[in-house]
């Protein structure tokens, strides 16, 4: 098997200036695909310098829009289009965790922008690089990024509902798309650090005033692991290669998939 699975491939990562977006973005460049990294807003020319490191002469464009806009997302994949190129592979990484708080105390708006950026957005851009792989005629392969909050996570209703919903949304698009020859999975990362996100979590929980956490960041950070079979967070790295593996060949038989990338069963 070549070092190389994805040389000649383009793959576009919406989040790519997050922790999980960029360290599969740096995979992806490594495995050699040619990456569009998508944010709104982080340091992509850092994701950017750590891709073409990973490989050089990895060809890299940056792009900036909101998942959510909906003519900004058709107008990107329209854009590549019009310059004969068609990205056949889609991290649909995007998101936002939303507020941690018992749900009698959730903020109404928060809910409906943590389900307008994790699941509108998610769709959004699903459908506009579905539809283009289609015009185009190319085989093309999709993981969605859901989370194991999908069973249901402690003062986050709003993330854990968006995330189910993304779960659902990998099927159904799994049996729209298979005639297509589109493939479309997801990943459920558990705990996964170290990073921003988890920083932000065990801080937020801690916060939240509920009878699960502890009120000390350092006790909720031990609750949290306590709960993982094997005993440790997993890593950016790992939650990378689950997604490449799911974007590869070696899983041209899969579609419709949630990998639960948790340490064990919750």
Request: hydrophobic share 45%; with cysteine; net charge negative.
């Amino acid at each position: 098997m070549t070092d190389r699975p994805f040389a000649g491939r383009l793959a576009v990562i919406t989040g790519a200036a997050g922790d999980i977006g960029s360290a599969t973005a740096v995979r992806l460049a490594a495995a050699g695909a040619d990456l569009v990294l998508a944010d709104i807003g982080g340091d992509l020319d850092d994701v950017s310098q750590r891709c073409r490191s990973a490989r050089s002469g990895c060809e890299i464009e940056q792009a900036r829009f909101d998942v959510t806009d909906e003519q900004a997302v058709n107008e990107h994949f329209a854009a590549l289009a019009s310059r004969g190129l068609v990205a056949d592979l889609l991290f649909n990484n995007a998101g936002y965790q939303g507020d941690f708080t018992p749900i009698h105390g959730y903020d109404t708006a928060d809910f409906r922008s943590v389900l307008d950026i994790n699941v509108v957005g998610a769709f959004t851009v699903l459908a506009s690089f579905c539809r283009h792989a289609i015009a185009a005629g190319v085989s093309a392969a999709a993981v969605n990024t859901a989370s194991m909050a999908h069973v249901g996570a402690p003062n986050m209703a709003a993330y854990s509902a968006s995330k189910a919903a993304v779960v659902a949304m990998t099927r159904t698009a799994a049996l729209d798309l298979a005639d297509y020859g589109i493939r479309v999975n997801a990943i459920s990362p558990a705990l996964i650090g170290p990073g921003r996100m988890w920083d932000r979590q065990v801080e937020l929980q801690a916060q939240a005033d509920s009878t699960h956490f502890s009120d000390d960041p350092v006790v909720v950070a031990k609750q949290m692991i306590g709960s993982v079979p094997l005993g440790r967070y997993g890593s950016l790295d790992e939650v990378a290669a689950g997604a490449l593996f799911l974007l590869s060949d070696q899983a041209s038989y899969i579609t419709g998939f949630n990998l639960e990338i948790a340490g064990g069963p919750t």
